[in-house]
């Protein structure tokens, strides 16, 4: 019997839940913003429930080959995907995305629901630099991106 963990992140997005959902649900964008992945085989645009990807990570480990399917599609509101694999059980990624009056507040989540064991403290404090780090730069480049569609009247 494993154990189950989450941990969930957050930050504050300055453009609308859309445009911070057309973004990080196109799995192609997580080269740019997430560290250990490096490689996505999957259509360029947000993924619907049902539809799968593959994403090559470069961990300690060395590369680890995932097999991801989308298990919720809610357009600007939420998108869940999760992967099985043979060295930590399933990985289930969902994301949250909140209309503020400023924007969006956008939370991820990981759970690992059978891990073989907990994750040391360090672990999770590499999860949570790693996962800090990713957030800023969803941020910058979402809003980047938006300014540069609204400057040109196309956002």
């Not at 019997?1 to 989450?6: D, H, I, L, P, T």
């Not at 504050?12 to 080269?31: F, L, Q």
Request: charged share 25%; aromatic share 10%.
């Amino acid at each position: 019997m494993g154990v189950s963990f989450e941990r969930s992140h957050d930050i504050m997005i300055e453009t609308p839940p859309s445009a911070v959902y057309d973004y990080v649900c196109n799995p192609n964008s997580w080269p740019e913003w997430l560290a250990a992945s490096h490689h996505i085989d999957g259509e360029n645009r947000p993924l619907l429930r049902g539809e799968t990807f593959r994403e090559k990570w470069h961990i300690k480990r060395g590369e680890v080959n995932l097999a991801w399917v989308v298990t919720e599609s809610d357009p600007s509101r939420a998108w869940t995907v999760e992967a099985d694999t043979d060295f930590i059980g399933k990985i289930v990624i969902r994301y949250i995305f909140e209309a503020t009056a400023t924007g969006t507040k956008y939370t991820r989540t990981l759970c690992n629901p059978d891990r073989p064991s907990a994750p040391s403290p360090a672990q999770i404090a590499r999860m949570d630099e790693e996962a800090a780090i990713g957030l800023q730069n969803i941020k910058c480049n979402v809003e980047k991106r938006f300014l540069a569609l609204f400057e040109t009247g196309r956002a």
